[in-house]
């Protein structure tokens, strides 16, 4: 297990279309959280998972927006008819309950919409 | 409301000098701050937690200090190589909700040989 893996690495899509993203976090990890970062600034938080349950979802995150992970595993982040303000990185970061190890960051998904 | 602030500008030096960058916040009242190094194109990387009780933490060539009566943590790169340029990014943990780390804009390093 060599750390968060993300996929795809990027994604160009056409407005108004569906994508889904990936994330694999390490296996140990019992919190996930997604992030999503524009040029210039720092990660902003979209919603955070412990185990299997979604504990906490962002104001940013519209109804266009849809986070699972099922069976506590993999979580998948989901945006529906994609807006060009969607363009972003999306990063995802899992961590053990114990926060002295801080987050795991993967690589992340680089989304752009035209 | 509550900010996290870091220089925006970019700061330039000389290899082999120290680097120190700030992050001021207001509206917290963190248990700890973290510290994390993000290359163009990659997710940030944990280097430092420091807790509300610790003045100050140090790894290797990095030392980081946190005041809570000035809201400010300082970040320190001794002996700053080329290797070392990247953005830092401060965070902390949120006062609402779940814990959740919330991220400064980041500082931009640049170490010149």
């Known amino acids: 297990d060599t750390g968060v893996s993300q996929d795809p690495r990027h994604k160009i899509t056409k407005r108004g279309q569906n994508v889904t993203f990936r994330c694999d976090p390490i296996?140990?990890?019992?919190?996930l959280y997604w992030y999503r970062q524009t040029l210039g600034q720092g990660p902003e938080f979209l919603t955070y998972?412990?185990?299997?349950?979604?504990?906490?979802k962002s104001r940013l995150l519209s109804d266009r927006f849809s986070a699972e992970r099922p069976k506590g595993s993999f979580s998948t982040l989901e945006i529906q008819r994609t807006e060009q303000g969607d363009s972003a990185m999306y990063l995802c970061?899992?961590?053990?309950?114990?926060?002295?190890?801080?987050?795991?960051f993967g690589s992340g998904t680089r989304l752009t919409v035209v | 409301s509550q900010k996290i602030e870091q220089n925006s500008e970019a700061l330039n030096i000389q290899e082999g000098k120290t680097a120190t960058l700030t992050c001021n916040y207001t509206n917290y009242s963190p248990a700890y701050l973290q510290w994390y190094r993000q290359d163009p194109g990659r997710g940030p990387v944990f280097l430092l937690l420091i807790r509300e009780n610790e003045k100050e933490k140090r790894k290797e060539r990095l030392k980081v200090t946190f005041d809570t009566t000035l809201k400010q943590s300082l970040f320190h790169i001794t002996a700053s190589q080329p290797a070392d340029s990247a953005t830092y990014l401060c965070a902390l943990v949120s006062n609402t909700g779940f814990q959740k780390l919330v991220f400064g804009t980041g500082t931009r390093l640049l170490v010149s040989p």
């Open positions: 970061a899992s961590s053990s309950l114990g926060q002295d190890y801080g987050y795991t």
């Open positions: 998972f412990q185990n299997e349950a979604q504990l906490e």
């Open positions: 296996s140990e990890h019992n919190r």
